[in-house]
């Protein structure tokens, strides 16, 4: 009995909150309406919530389209022993929120800084003298609009729907085409497709001397690796040191891919599987 009620239970899904933020807009869209869903107030939240299995998976954006890496996700990712199980992708509408009767009368405008980057010259433009503020979450950039005659909030329609804030202006992104890509994070990845992707991070050390960075990606070349996406994070270590984080065609499991872990890990002091997983496909 305790086991068919088990199955019956849905399942747990964290997400960066407040309700309201794009995060928990992605979590529904990919999840559904049968998922239970908790919020966490950081990405590290998040991470920490799967980790302590108070929830089975986690919901974060690692890239958007205009502004480029979520730098706090892509380091809890390097930092945590979750792994990448899922990627998809979802349009963004920036929405501006707000009590206030007309832009002359915006002081502040509250926001993730993420949709304040993918605003940024639309603001400009039409609210040039206002004072940009930092939230830790479009939701509760919303939150602090509402009770501020004077303030306004960059967030999505459904925050507009759940706090009762009136919408002046949609689509205020500069890019009209504005796209952000999430991952599942869950205590395993995914099985192989035939068409995934793998996540990893590795580091070089100063004694590797000139071209340690062109050696190790030439072992991908070699393997016939598609190298999708490769950025630098601080190490966190020591000052001026460095992980990359990198992005391949294949999974784990395939022979290519395999070899290329390998040998990476004769070559690089760390060398960390972050995940394989099935390829998104832009609907």
Not at 47 to 57: K, T
Not at 149 to 172: D, K, V
Not at 176 to 202: L, M, Q, W, Y
């Amino acid at each position: 009995m305790s086991a068919c009620l088990a199955l019956q239970e849905p399942i747990k899904v964290a997400y960066l909150g407040p309700e309201g933020t794009f995060s928990h807009a992605a979590a529904r869209s990919f999840f559904g309406l049968a998922a239970a869903y908790c919020e966490a107030a950081t990405f590290e939240g998040v991470f920490d919530a799967v980790a302590r299995r108070q929830a089975q998976d986690g919901v974060v954006p690692i890239e958007n389209s205009t502004e480029g890496s979520v730098s706090n996700a892509a380091d809890a990712l390097v930092a945590n022993d979750l792994l990448v199980r899922a990627e998809f992708e979802l349009e963004v509408s920036q929405c501006l929120l707000t009590r206030a009767p007309n832009f002359a009368a915006i002081e502040r405008v509250y926001s993730h800084p993420q949709p304040l980057g993918q605003c940024r010259v639309w603001l400009a433009k039409n609210l040039g003298s206002a004072v940009l503020v930092h939230s830790a979450s479009t939701a509760a950039a919303v939150r602090e609009a509402v009770n501020d005659p004077g303030g306004a909030a960059i967030a999505s329609r459904l925050a507009s729907e759940l706090y009762g804030l009136s919408i002046m202006r949609e689509r205020i992104q500069d890019h009209p085409e504005n796209f952000t890509r999430f991952i599942v994070i869950s205590e395993n990845d995914a099985a192989r497709t035939g068409d995934d992707k793998t996540t990893i991070a590795f580091s070089l050390s100063d004694g590797q001397g000139r071209g340690a960075l062109l050696r190790a990606l030439t072992v991908l070349d070699e393997e016939g690796i598609n190298l999708c996406r490769i950025e630098s994070r601080p190490s966190r270590e020591k000052p001026w040191d460095y992980v990359f984080l990198a992005e391949m065609l294949g999974h784990r499991e395939d022979a290519n891919v395999a070899r290329v872990m390998a040998r990476l890990r004769d070559k690089c002091p760390m060398v960390k599987h972050l995940g394989s997983y099935p390829r998104a496909r832009r609907a």
